[in-house]
């Protein structure tokens, strides 16, 4: 949930989830030619999953692919349904541009690449320090610049090497 370092979990969920029910509600009544609406909201909503991922430490999961330690103030068992909400939200927002949002599908792809950075900053200054210890499934931080500003990348190599199995047997 974008923001919720900043207003608050609850208001930063009511949000989301009303502008996620009003989407969906508006994309069963109006026509195909309204898709680059949808294909905008779709990027969006991917530009917030990835700046989730971008902004907050994780550690590989059992399948390797990235789950947030903690993230907005959270972290335990909490984490685990914010995890598969972000991974909801990321995987029907993609599924909605490669297959419903026809017309707007390459705003709605490259959208990311300008929103991530803008759903990053506002938690700079906010996202805790992990202790310093060594662990045996290393949490990725996202790399900070010499002004303090997060680098908003995506940080495709960790992502990859978090997800590469190793050599073949």
Do not use: K
């Not at 999953?49 to 103030?73: D, I, Y």
């Not at 909490?78 to 490669?98: C, D, E, F, M, R």
């Amino acid at each position: 949930m974008p923001f919720a370092s900043i207003v608050g979990p609850l208001p930063a969920a009511t949000l989301w989830a009303s502008s996620a029910a009003v989407g969906i509600q508006r994309a069963a009544r109006l026509p195909p030619s309204q898709d680059r609406i949808f294909a905008v909201t779709n990027g969006l909503f991917l530009s917030a999953v990835v700046g989730h991922f971008t902004a907050w430490p994780w550690q590989p999961n059992r399948w390797r692919a990235p789950w947030l330690s903690q993230c907005e103030g959270l972290e335990g068992p909490v984490i685990v349904p914010y995890n598969i909400i972000l991974y909801a939200s990321g995987l029907t927002a993609l599924g909605g541009l490669l297959l419903e949002n026809r017309r707007g599908r390459l705003v709605g792809l490259v959208l990311p690449v300008v929103a991530v950075p803008a759903v990053v900053a506002p938690t700079v200054g906010v996202r805790p320090t992990l202790g310093a210890g060594p662990s045996a499934s290393p949490v990725v931080e996202p790399s900070a610049g010499q002004d303090g500003m997060t680098t908003a990348h995506l940080r495709l190599g960790s992502l990859l090497s978090a997800a590469d199995p190793g050599p073949a047997p």
